[in-house]
């Protein structure tokens, strides 16, 4: 059974710093890439930054330069750290992982979401 547990969303002053964590499991047949998305209130879910197993990163132009995605490939968890943050950060962030459950379908799956709030 897959399940991905986050972890590490709060509230932080603009400026500040969170670090949230990702744990993957029931990924049988492997992981592709993993990563975090974010949805803020009245807008669509967007990309935030992801990492395949190559290590190879893309990032949101929004958070290029302040954010950085990392993984622990033994550990199938996946990390982003978050600095310079700022109130238009505030969102719900949901693990992202493209894997295998099953020998020939690869899918996307999502997390339950973490909240992070940025105060002015």
């Known amino acids: 059974q897959v399940q991905l547990v986050e972890s590490g969303g709060g509230l932080v002053q603009a400026g500040g710093s969170l670090r949230l964590s990702c744990a993957a499991s029931?990924?049988?047949?492997?992981?592709?890439?993993m990563g975090w998305y974010r949805q803020a209130p009245g807008k669509q879910r967007e990309l935030v930054a992801t990492?395949?197993?190559?290590?190879?990163?893309n990032y949101s132009e929004f958070v290029k330069g302040r954010f950085t995605v990392s993984r622990d490939n033994a550990k199938n968890t996946v990390y982003l750290q978050m600095n310079s943050l700022k109130p238009e950060d505030t969102a719900i962030y949901y693990c992202?992982?493209?894997?295998?459950?099953?020998?020939?379908?690869?899918?996307?799956?999502w997390g339950q979401g973490t909240q992070v709030t940025v105060s002015s």
């Open positions: 992202y992982t493209a894997g295998r459950a099953s020998l020939f379908t690869l899918r996307d799956y």
């Open positions: 990492i395949k197993n190559d290590g190879s990163t």
């Open positions: 029931g990924f049988t047949f492997g992981i592709n890439a």
